[in-house]
Structures are given as C-alpha cells and as structure tokens.
C-alpha cells in the first residue's frame, strides 16, 4: 500500500518511512525539505495522490501559546487535502495523558489536534506514546547548570522512538481504529531518577536535585503521563538503551 508520513524527514518520520519501506510498502516523506508546507497546503495534494493511509507525525515549532494555531490549521489543511484524494486512514502521533494536563500549551494542542481528527470526514487512529528516551538531553537541560540538574518527581515511563515506529507502523498497514492505543516503555520512573541514571551512565558528575517546580513536567499532577490498562507496552528498557548509547 502507499503510505504518505507527513513530517517523513524527522526524528519518528524518517524511522517510520525506512520500516515501512522494508515491510514491502510505498512510503514517501512529506515535509519542507521535499516541498510540502502543512501551514499554507502548499503540496499537500501532490503528496497524498494515491495514498490509501496518511500518518502525522509532525510537530509545532514550539511549545507555547502559539502551538494549538499550528494544530488547529495543519490538521485542517491535512483533512481537507486528504478527503479530496480519497486517503481512507488518517493516523496521529499523539501523548499519553496529553487531556490530562490543561497547564500545558503543548498538550492543550495536542489534545486539539486529536479532537479535529475525530471529529474530520473519515477513518483514523491515534497512537498515543509516552515520553521518548531521546528526549531525556533536552529534559534535563531546560533546568540545569554546570554543577546540577533540577528535575521533579513526576512519574514517566519513557519508550525507544523504535518502539514508537513499530506502533506507528502496525496501526498505519492495520484497520482503522477509530479510536486510541497507548504505547509505553516497561518501567515506570520518578523522572529526577531518570536524570540520575542517565547522569551515571554517560560519567556526569552533576547532581540531580529534586524539585517539584521546575521544567514543564512540574505541571503534571499524579500518574497521566503512565500507562493505563490495555496499553502496547513495548520492549525495550531505559537501562538497555542507555547502554547502547554508550
């Protein structure tokens, strides 16, 4: 089948389009680089011509009040594009617990986003993901300084972006679900013990420091950034990844 990955040129995109790929499928990158602007539709409707499935896994350039404009204008524009050339399954790439946390901007939008696709013209899933492990640099560094990383106890339980891919994979060649799945790591963290392992494993001699007000985790109350019943729990540990990366 052909299988369009709108943001097919990032992080999750590029790994989705190569396993694709090599299951025996059509799937081509959708993004700025190959001339597709979501934000204007400029391409959209060359890149979804003959694509029985569309997966979204692009990304609002930032995280604050102006993201739910991105999502509410790039879903429009990906809906409408996607009922004209007859595409029969639309997926999202979204976060677990993201209708749990109305602090956030981020997660306000995100929760837009999936609101649109359910309420838009046609069949579609969403893939709801925990935390990826590659994002635990970037974590730490919104709240850290030579000598120490502030990190609060919220609960996570982060997943491999490969274990993402092989979700997105599975749901985009599947039926439509017209609803959600899960997907999360096996292990459940206080997210300032993440940033110690990870610190440990990598020779860091920064000091985690717990506080419970710093970084956008701060935000999230209880365990809704964790795995409910029947969620995909995928294989692949934190621990072992982090060796790997060694």
Do not use: C
């Not at 837009?112 to 640099?137: K, W």
């Amino acid at each position: 089948m052909k299988i369009t990955v709108i943001g097919g040129t990032g992080l999750i995109g590029s790994q989705l389009v190569s396993r694709l790929r090599e299951a025996g499928h059509t799937a081509e990158p959708a993004s700025l680089s190959t001339g597709v602007d979501l934000l204007t539709g400029k391409g959209l409707g060359e890149a979804l011509a003959g694509a029985e499935t569309v997966v979204n896994v692009s990304n609002s350039p930032t995280f604050d009040a102006a993201s739910p404009d991105f999502f509410r204008t790039t879903m429009g524009n990906l809906l409408t594009a996607g009922e004209q050339a007859g595409v029969r399954h639309q997926v999202v790439l979204s976060i677990v617990g993201v209708d749990q946390v109305p602090r956030l901007d981020y997660y306000r939008a995100k929760t837009l986003q999936e609101e649109l696709l359910r309420n838009g013209p046609g069949a579609y899933s969403i893939v709801r993901a925990t935390q990826f492990f590659e994002f635990m640099d970037a974590v730490m560094s919104w709240t850290s300084d030579e000598d120490t990383v502030r990190l609060p106890g919220t609960r996570v339980q982060p997943i491999a972006t490969a274990d993402v891919v092989a979700a997105l994979a599975d749901t985009a060649t599947g039926a439509p679900l017209n609803g959600t799945v899960d997907v999360a790591g096996p292990d459940v963290y206080p997210l300032d013990e993440l940033g110690r392992l990870t610190l440990a494993a990598r020779g860091d001699g920064r000091t985690v420091v717990t506080d419970d007000r710093a970084g956008m985790f701060a935000a999230v109350e209880g365990d809704v950034l964790t795995a409910g019943p029947g969620a995909r729990i995928a294989p692949t540990s934190y621990e072992e990844w982090l060796a790997g990366t060694r």
